[in-house]
């Protein structure tokens, strides 16, 4: 029989279970990603209350068992990634990477380094840090947990460090620019966008620190990464595509002027994105 032990952890998910208990996912830093059954979550004076929230880091106390659901006893040093709970945004991104982190590997596999990752992300986020970035820093490193690694650093044919580079499918990496020629069906990649997912592939959240980026090019670098999910992962979370028309959403709103030739506008409202 297991016994109890320490353990670090975040929670990716809390799902309800029969009339008062609760499944929690919690991706532990050195048992990887564990299913807990929680009892009677729903009563307010649970002991695991607020180590169980969405968004949460804490040390808990509990039973990692290697078959079937894991058992929690205490908690403490809990960290709440309170910005996530009250930022309709941050809460977008970090559902995100949450589930991208869930996706990314199996139950019970240690993952230091994703959790680290994660972890790094939260604190950024959290930090006010851009989300945009992060979530592409974390995209870029995440990848090779898909299984995939696309040689961004050099061109493929003959090892160039020299931008711009395109991006080739065929040969899973960049081609410098004397080399487009060898792949008809290159990319046509941004070239920007590849400088940036180049960094992203090497940094952690922390080292870019307050990068600024034009939002054109951001724009460019997710198109970019999404072109490099949608051929080496192919999943389709559903939080990405929030985040996607979250954004779809914004660029067409326009916010009502006043002018004094009409000073009050007819609609007061946001306008209505499916007329545009
Ligand atoms: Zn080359």
């Known amino acids: 029989m297991e016994n109890y032990q320490e353990f670090e952890g975040i929670v990716l998910s809390i799902r309800k279970h029969r009339e008062k208990d609760a499944l929690v996912k919690i991706f532990t ?16 004076n649970h002991s ?21 659901l894991s058992f929690l006893q205490d908690s403490r040093e809990i960290t709440h990634f309170s910005k996530m709970q009250t930022d309709i945004h941050l809460n977008a991104y970090a559902t995100y990477l949450n589930n991208l982190a869930d996706a990314a590997i199996n139950d019970a596999i240690q993952a230091v380094d994703l959790y680290d990752l994660l972890e790094e992300s939260l604190v950024a986020m959290q930090n006010g840090l851009d989300p945009e970035v992060i979530v592409n820093i974390f995209e870029m490193r995440a990848l090779q947990y898909f299984g995939a690694a696309p040689q961004l650093q050099s061109c493929v044919i003959c090892r160039s460090q020299q931008e711009p580079f395109d991006f ?39 080292q870019v620190g307050n ?66």
């Open 29 to 44: 830093r050195n048992h990887g990603k564990r299913m807990f059954f929680v009892k009677n979550i729903k009563n307010p």
């Open 48 to 68: 695991l209350k607020a180590a169980l929230l969405p968004f949460t880091k804490a040390t808990y106390l509990g039973r990692i068992k290697d078959d079937g």
């Open 168 to 206: 080739s499918v065929k040969y899973s990496g960049v081609l410098c620019q004397r080399h487009f020629g060898e792949d008809p069906r290159r990319s046509h990649a941004n070239p920007a966008a590849v400088h940036f997912a180049r960094i992203f592939q090497l940094v952690t959240p922390k």
């Open 211 to 276: 990068i600024r980026i034009k939002p054109e090019t951001k724009k460019a670098i997710r198109t970019f990464i999404d072109e490099l999910y949608e051929e080496y992962v192919g999943i389709r979370l559903k939080s990405k595509s929030f985040i996607d028309q979250m954004y779809a959403w914004e660029t067409k709103v326009e916010i009502p002027r006043r002018s004094a030739a009409a000073p009050y506008p007819k609609e007061s409202g946001p306008s209505d994105p499916s007329r545009s």
